[in-house]
């Protein structure tokens, strides 16, 4: 399995941005799809986004749209998020995750592969 590491997580204002950085070791990300996910205390993990293995096609959750943007560097072994227009209700722990699929998936147990979570707080 490959091993993933999230990091750029921190505190935000309210409009501001923050990149969020996944770096992958022990298998090359260039053969997993990737995806972002979020939580916070006492909800389930939700979808975020996803990218597919090339990076030429993404999904984001309607919540997201229009404000975060997800790109990956297969030489680096890296996925990106970037997001903008930060709002407090974006607060919660953001995790890092691939799949070994052909196609691009939401589903959360199509993720084989998680790391340990950037916490992503934006004050009002």
């Known amino acids: 399995q490959v091993q993933l590491v999230e990091s750029g997580g921190g505190l935000v204002q309210a409009g501001g941005s923050l990149r969020l950085s996944c770096v992958a070791s022990?298998?090359?990300?260039?053969?997993?799809?990737m995806a972002w996910f979020r939580q916070t205390p006492g909800k389930e993990r939700e979808f975020v986004t996803t990218?597919?293995?090339?990076?030429?096609?993404?999904y984001y959750s309607a919540s997201v749209k229009g404000r975060f943007t997800i790109s990956r560097d297969n030489a680096k072994n890296t996925v990106y998020l970037q997001m903008n227009s930060l709002k407090p209700d974006d607060t919660a722990v953001y995790y890092c995750?691939?799949?070994?699929?052909?196609?691009?998936?939401?589903?959360?147990?199509?993720?084989?592969?998680w790391g340990q979570g950037t916490q992503v707080t934006v004050s009002s």
């Open positions: 022990g298998r090359t990300l260039s053969t997993y799809v």
């Open positions: 995750a691939a799949a070994r699929r052909s196609y691009l998936t939401t589903a959360r147990g199509d993720f084989g592969s």
């Open positions: 990218i597919n293995e090339s990076g030429d096609s993404t």
